[in-house]
């Protein structure tokens, strides 16, 4: 029991910013890559993203994040992917993995279900809007100093994307933001609330 606790208190520690920018570098480069790919097969990966209200298609909600819409969309998506993805990783391995995976889950329902039969979902905004709402909500369910200051930057900067939840471009799925922000919101909330703890009697 011990040992498993162990474990998972390591997974919790905080990321080295050496070791979190060197997995965001790689990460961001397989994106680069796989647009390259992409682009070499003429788009032929992009099937792969969302199709909405398709029951076979569920299974690419962890396979649309990778997949980019052309050399512009994943220039749009680069440095916020990097940047935030880069401060989630910061605070721990164990609590990034699981932040990205429910964020990567809700946004990709959001978008399989409230978007038109048969449209097709691809990019790792949903990813970016899930990080961004997640280290907001971080700072409020802990009440780290810390990361509340890490909060306001990351708000000061990046707060004005939020409005992409809502429907405003033809083309851009305000769905799959709308799902990665709640992703994000439902992720700090399961990971950093604070227990009440019942005292022994």
Do not use: C, K
């Not at 932040?99 to 809700?106: H, L, N, Q, R, S």
């Not at 890490?150 to 004005?160: E, H, N, R, S």
């Not at 922000?181 to 604070?194: C, F, S």
């Amino acid at each position: 029991m011990s040992s498993s606790r162990s474990l998972v208190v390591r997974a919790n520690a905080p990321v080295a910013p050496r070791t979190a920018g060197l997995v965001m570098g790689v990460w961001t480069a397989l994106l680069w890559v796989i647009e390259l790919v992409d682009h070499l097969l003429r788009g032929t990966l992009d099937a792969l993203g969302i199709r909405s209200w398709s029951l076979d298609s569920l299974g690419s909600v962890f396979v649309a994040p990778f997949l980019h819409g052309g050399w512009a969309h994943l220039l749009a998506n680069t440095v916020p992917f990097a940047v935030l993805g880069f401060l989630v990783l910061l605070g721990g391995t164990l609590r990034a993995v699981s932040a990205t995976v429910i964020v990567a889950v809700v946004s990709g329902l959001f978008a399989w279900l409230l978007n038109p039969p048969n449209t097709l979902t691809i990019g790792a905004s949903g990813l970016i809007f899930g990080w961004l709402s997640y280290l907001l909500a971080r700072a409020v369910f802990s009440r780290n100093g810390t990361q509340i200051v890490l909060a306001i930057v990351v708000f000061a900067v990046y707060g004005g994307v939020l409005w992409g939840v809502f429907p405003s471009q033809a083309g851009v799925s305000w769905q799959a933001h709308l799902g990665g922000a709640v992703g994000g919101v439902l992720a700090a909330w399961l990971l950093h609330r604070r227990r009440t703890v019942n005292p022994a009697r």
